[in-house]
């Protein structure tokens, strides 16, 4: 039995069976858990969702942001757009069931004791611990009945520093923008979202999130994230692993074996 955690599927399902294949999952026997953006540009978000779905217990994620883009279409919050490639999802008598069953899933889980899954990653004054207590609280918003309420406050870059203080509507939006799209940090805490280039090409006053001090943060403790594809993984660190390597953008679809810390990985040319 094996657990392995895939990077960010974004709709691309022939990319997703390749690198299972390769790895050869065996649904009854192993664990699949994704780093979310289960949908987003890709071409098969339904033939995804079908299989990932089907997969039950064997199967668990995070949300990302284009998970939860989608939530903010079906709760009218937003339109589609042509690039979401979401018309045949949109239209399936299974979309309810679809959306329901991703509000339960969280921003953040524990894979095993000491590994963080988020899809953007740790902020870095915040501890583990502290991320999972941070992920509940927003569960609880997306799973009570007026769930649609609290998503129409989702959109926004601020606030862009965390304090224990914020609340209602600013608490939600910090905790969603820190978990699902923080790339990098300026002035010691503050979420940019200005920067989506590799960490080389950035304004010299943008740090990554994984290399700024997180005393919270221990030794022997992982996170595992995706959303950045054009970090392509290198963090250069052992406890930071990204598996978001930009198969939607013809590049490849990533995986670990979590006992073995092995990565496998497929090209969108295979
Ligand atoms: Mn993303």
Redesign the pocket.
Same mark, same amino acid.
């Given at each position: 039995m094996a657990t392995y955690i895939v990077g960010?599927i974004q709709g691309c399902f022939l990319g997703l069976q390749k690198l299972l294949n390769k790895v050869h999952f065996s649904p009854i026997n192993d664990r699949l858990i994704a780093v979310?953006?289960l949908i987003?540009r890709g071409t098969q978000p339904l033939e995804t969702l079908d299989y990932l779905y089907s997969l039950e217990n064997s199967f668990d994620t995070v949300l990302?942001? =284009?998970d939860l883009n989608l939530l903010a279409i079906f709760a009218g919050i937003r339109k589609a757009k042509p690039n979401d490639n979401l018309d045949t999802l949109l239209a399936s008598p299974k979309l309810n069931t679809y959306i329901n069953w991703l509000r339960l899933k969280p921003l953040a889980l524990l894979a095993d004791q000491d590994t963080l899954v988020t =899809?953007?990653g740790l902020y870095p004054q915040w501890s583990v611990k502290k991320a999972l207590k941070f992920s509940l609280e927003v569960s609880e918003q997306l799973q009570a009945e007026d769930w649609k309420e609290s998503l129409a406050y989702m959109y926004g870059n601020q606030p862009s520093i965390w304090q224990k203080s914020l609340q209602g509507s600013q608490r939600f939006r910090f905790i969603v923008n820190a978990m699902?799209?923080m790339r990098f940090i300026v002035n010691q805490n503050e979420l940019d979202f200005s920067c989506k280039t590799p960490p080389e090409l950035a304004p010299q006053e943008l740090t990554p999130w994984f290399k700024v001090i997180n005393k919270k943060f221990k030794s022997n403790q992982r996170v595992v994230f995706?959303?950045w594809a054009s970090l392509n993984g290198d963090t250069y660190n052992s406890q930071f692993i990204g598996l978001?390597t930009g198969y939607v953008w013809e590049q490849n679809m990533t995986l670990l074996n979590l006992s073995s810390s092995e990565i496998c990985s497929v090209n969108f040319q295979d």
């Open positions: 960010d979310g953006d987003g990302g942001n =284009h =899809h953007a699902t799209r995706g959303h978001g």
